[in-house]
């Protein structure tokens, strides 16, 4: 089941933070969840130096005054964003992917929200670094937002879900839980399976294979209704084959999709075993949830 009583968001102090904890705190409304925001320090030891006035201060000693006085304007800049919310603020010093997924594990979260992007004089939480660590590892669902440097186009809310399904074992899951999620905000639900390409090359360039498409998306067809017969669900359903993360992006964009859910098994790559997983989440341009 989708329980979500408690959000952890990573913070690193800056604006795609700002939008992660305002789409946190949205969700931590909607489902009634506690919010604990997680600060990693990263451990620094360089030498000593000299101020003005001949005081020494050590590296590590700059940077945790740099970081508390971050701390503090971050806390008075959300207060308004988490009026009303129960907010627990954790700070942790080490490897910040590690502690993420330890921190969640340790709280019982129901949910990770983090953006793939983050940029500050310490750290750089970039998708292949410390986010996809995070995707990878992670027993919980993750929530990551590509592109939450940009400003958001309207104001976040969910009316309309995108599942991408990639007919695994694990499809059945992802359904569930997507359609939980549409039920607790009362919103709609789509589900989507990108098939393995219908085009033929040979001499004169590539062309569609009727046979071999009617085949495909027959067998997809069959699939996706076995899930949904298995998941309770009677969701609108897109077949379309050929780029996996390109042909996603279009169906959010056909949609009006506010998020898209996509299947994460820990220790594997996401959507099955496609490998496609961080290639979407790149290229989403809505909020990705991995379950």
Not at 3 to 24: C, E, N
Not at 66 to 86: F, K, N
Not at 110 to 117: A, E, R
């Amino acid at each position: 089941m989708l329980r979500i009583q408690k959000i952890l968001v990573p913070v690193v102090f800056t604006d795609t933070s700002m939008r992660a904890v305002h789409q946190a705190a949205w969700l931590a409304r909607r489902f009634h969840a506690e919010i604990i925001l997680l600060h990693v320090v990263t451990p620094l030891n360089y030498p000593a130096g000299v101020l003005e006035g001949g005081q020494e201060i050590t590296a590590r000693d700059l940077h945790a005054q740099i970081v508390q006085r971050a701390q503090q304007d971050l806390e008075q800049m959300l207060r308004p964003e988490l009026d009303g919310i129960a907010v627990t603020r954790v700070q942790l010093r080490g490897d910040p992917a590690h502690e993420i997924v330890e921190a969640a594990r340790d709280s019982n979260a129901g949910l990770i929200v983090m953006s793939t992007h983050g940029h500050g004089a310490f750290y750089r939480f970039l998708l292949g670094s410390v986010t996809a660590k995070v995707l990878h590892n992670s027993h919980c669902p993750v929530w990551t937002g590509a592109h939450l440097e940009e400003p958001p186009a309207r104001e976040f809310s969910i009316r309309r879900v995108l599942c991408s399904v990639d007919l695994s074992p694990h499809s059945r899951h992802t359904v569930s839980l997507a359609a939980e999620m549409v039920a607790a905000v009362d919103g709609a639900l789509t589900i989507v399976h990108i098939t393995t390409s219908v085009e033929v090359f040979g001499p004169g360039g590539s062309h569609v294979d009727p046979v071999w498409k009617e085949k495909i998306v027959g067998f997809a067809t069959e699939e996706i209704a076995k899930v949904q017969q298995e998941a309770g669900t009677k969701a609108d359903v897109i077949i379309d084959s050929g780029n996996v993360p390109e042909l996603l992006r279009r169906a959010a964009e056909q949609t009006k999709a506010d998020v898209l859910v996509i299947g994460h098994i820990p220790g594997r790559s996401h959507l099955g075993d496609n490998s496609n997983g961080y290639g979407i989440i790149r290229e989403s341009h809505i909020p990705v949830l991995s379950i």
